[in-house]
């Protein structure tokens, strides 16, 4: 009835059918195979102490944690998570999470009706910049996801931005019932802590609907380097003495 990150997991609506009762037993034999499968070799595990650097950044994961509400709360590395780096077309910072595998974060297909939280992934970030004299002065969020239902069902996600110091900076909000990226510019840092919060909740959702949350991508914009800012403004200065020269030499 549902899948979380390639697996089967179970929401948590009230009257279950016979078909939930028996999936009910088949999640707790795929939460003991979470326990001891290892994990995928492509991409970072998505748990507490991992760490990946790429692009000028390192992203280390202070906390992480999924819920079914009224099921379980589990730790993300049981959850077949992961994090991958790239350089985005734009020259930023670009971390996506998805399931291993390129699977899922988590999806959902039922008939019937429900009513709750279906599924809360929640995963703090630490971002600390590597490149020599750069900061991080802005930040995209935006997710892949989608729904068959026409109720009022919903895909969200938030990332709250603070600094080394906790002292909020921004907070970048998605839902898939709108459009599905935000950005945000601020005063350049090197240390960045981010807090994302991503659900997906229905309410009085009937008939037969899927819903799948793939993937969430954050990029990090880099400030100008002050060298590089020096350089620019040395080119400037050096242009227009040309253009000065050469006026002269017409006149």
Known sequence: ??????????????????????????????????????PAAAGTPLMVGSALSFDG?????????????GWFT???????????????????AQLVIDGIGNQPIYSYTGRGTWSGTYFDLQVTERITTTRPGATIDGATFSMVASSTSNRRSAITGSANLSG???SPIDTLSIDL?????TSGLFS????????????????NLG???TLILSSVTQSFHFAPEPASIAVFLVGTAGLGLLRRRARRRRG
């Open 74 to 92: 589990l730790g993300c590395g049981l959850g077949g998570f992961e994090m991958s780096g790239s350089t985005a077309a734009d020259g930023s």
């Open 207 to 209: 008939g037969v609907n």
């Open 164 to 166: 080394p110091a906790g």
């Open 57 to 69: 950044v390192k992203v280390e994961i202070t906390s992480c944690s999924f819920t079914l509400p």
């Open 1 to 38: 009835m549902s899948a979380m990150a390639g697996q089967s997991g179970l929401p948590a609506p009230t009257g279950l059918r016979r078909t939930g009762r028996l999936a009910a037993w088949g999640t707790a034999a795929l939460l003991a195979a979470f326990a001891t499968a290892s």
């Open 188 to 203: 350049g840092v090197s240390t960045l802590n981010v807090t994302k919060d991503l659900r997906v909740t229905t309410s």
């Open 177 to 181: 019932r709108k459009p599905s990226d």
